[in-house]
């Protein structure tokens, strides 16, 4: 429980860092386009049952394979689409992380 409650708040305070360094002059508007990326965890509904401890989002879900990752890299090269590919790149970087520390 303590892992997934570290897990949801690293999910709001790393995209405010972030955006402070990327977006430093509009930081909070660059952190809520980042949090709203958070909607890619819907397709965590497709998966029976839909919370799984243990069980890693990547790979698991659609939003969270391979393609999508590189999908979202090219999101990040785009000036205009900046901010939502860094922070969908962000979210699967702190799932990779909940699924190393899931292994402990």
Same mark, same amino acid.
Request: glycine share 4%; net charge positive.
């Given at each position: 429980m303590?892992?997934f409650?570290?897990h949801?708040?690293? +999910?709001v305070v790393?995209?405010a860092?972030?955006?402070?360094?990327?977006?430093?002059r509009? =930081?909070?508007?660059? =952190? !809520?386009?980042?949090? $709203?990326?958070m909607?890619?965890?819907l397709?965590h509904?497709?998966? +029976?049952?839909v !919370?799984d401890p243990?069980?890693?989002?990547?790979?698991?879900h659609p %939003?969270h394979s391979? =393609? $999508?990752?590189? $999908?979202?890299?090219?999101l $990040?090269?785009l000036p205009?689409?900046?901010l939502v590919?860094?922070?969908l %790149? !962000?979210h699967?970087?702190?799932?990779?992380?909940d699924?190393?520390?899931?292994r402990c």
């Amino acid at each position: 429980m303590l892992r997934f409650a570290l897990h949801l708040v690293l +999910h709001v305070v790393a995209p405010a860092a972030l955006a402070r360094v990327v977006a430093p002059r509009r =930081w909070v508007c660059g =952190w !809520l386009v980042m949090l $709203a990326t958070m909607v890619v965890d819907l397709d965590h509904l497709l998966a +029976h049952p839909v !919370l799984d401890p243990q069980r890693c989002s990547l790979g698991f879900h659609p %939003l969270h394979s391979p =393609w $999508a990752i590189v $999908a979202y890299a090219l999101l $990040a090269a785009l000036p205009r689409t900046r901010l939502v590919g860094l922070g969908l %790149l !962000l979210h699967m970087a702190l799932d990779a992380l909940d699924c190393v520390l899931q292994r402990c």
